[in-house]
């Protein structure tokens, strides 16, 4: 066998150099799962959920046929190896607790009704302060809101980041077509009257021995007269004739009506109401 001649020598010297620089050159544009830069995390976790718009919302669901609140977030932080707990009052322990002053892309915001936490978002953009955030709405399903909006403002509870460390300067972190046209106007609460959850999600046990029995009453009743039910007791009545959403509701009097109209959600929760009168 032939020793190699000097011009083909040179080739192979050639081609390896060729070959650590290439591979240079991927090193730095490639990171290990442990030193992924937290924007490149947090980027790649937008990403992901906002790949969820317009998927419609289902109590449990974590599919892109439905998905719930936390499930959301579940799916979105997975794209980064990162494992969330399944619940909305479990996620608000995750993490760095935050001031609402202090947020950025990112960051899980949660929701409460009464006291309970009730609804969890996660952080997509600030643009001059308002805070944007995407989540599953009862209504509407996924869909990006802005923090300033009265209604979120108001249950606002709080703040925890997921992702520590300090960002570079990405695009998502700016203004961009892909997150200005999807902001949607301001979501109406999904079920009118004092406490939409009554009609909104199945309610543990826990929950409603929580509540004071004036509390239970007034859901009950309210979960009744979201379907239009007439009261025979005047006092009642005259509450519910006092609210504008009630006008609107189609009446029913007797009991089997109303079952009819009645969810599953619903009748689960009025036997669970009743049982702890």
């Known amino acids: 066998m032939e020793p190699p001649s000097e011009t083909q020598s040179g080739s192979k010297r050639f081609l390896v ?7 240079g050159l991927l ?6 799962h442990e030193d992924v830069p937290p924007s490149r995390k947090i980027e790649s976790i937008i990403q992901t959920a906002q790949s969820y718009l317009g998927v419609p919302y289902q109590l449990g669901g974590i599919g892109r046929e439905g998905i719930d609140c936390s499930g959301l ?4 932080f997975a794209a980064a190896d ?7 009052r479990t996620q608000v322990t995750e993490g760095l607790k935050i001031d609402r002053s202090q947020l950025r892309p990112g960051d899980l915001v949660f929701f409460k009704r009464g006291k309970q936490i009730r609804h969890v978002g996660m952080v997509v953009a600030v643009l001059d302060g308002d805070v944007q955030f995407i989540h599953a709405s009862y209504s509407r399903g996924v869909m990006i809101s802005s923090l300033s909006e009265s209604y979120w403002s108001y249950r606002y509870y709080g703040a925890r980041r997921i992702v520590e460390g300090p960002l570079d300067t990405y695009s998502f972190l700016l203004p961009s077509p892909v997150i200005e046209p999807v902001v949607a106007a301001p979501a109406p609460p999904p079920v009118p009257g004092a406490f939409p959850e009554g009609s909104a999600e199945l309610l543990s046990d826990a929950e409603l021995e929580s509540m004071t029995p ?7 009743y309210e979960i009744c007269a979201r379907h239009g039910y007439v009261f025979s007791e005047p006092k009642i009545q005259a509450y519910f004739e006092a609210q504008p959403w009630y006008a609107h509701t189609t009446r029913v009097q007797s009991v089997e009506q109303l079952r009819a109209r009645l969810s599953s959600v ?3 929760n009025l036997q669970k109401l009743r049982s702890l009168e």
Request: charged share 15%; glycine share 0%.
């Open 17 to 23: 150099v060729c070959m650590i620089l290439v591979s």
């Open 73 to 76: 977030m579940v799916v979105s």
């Open 27 to 32: 090193s730095a544009f490639t990171y290990p």
């Open 82 to 88: 990162i494992s969330l707990p399944r619940t909305s």
């Open 214 to 220: 004036r509390a239970r009453r007034l859901m009950a």
């Open 266 to 268: 619903e009748w689960t």
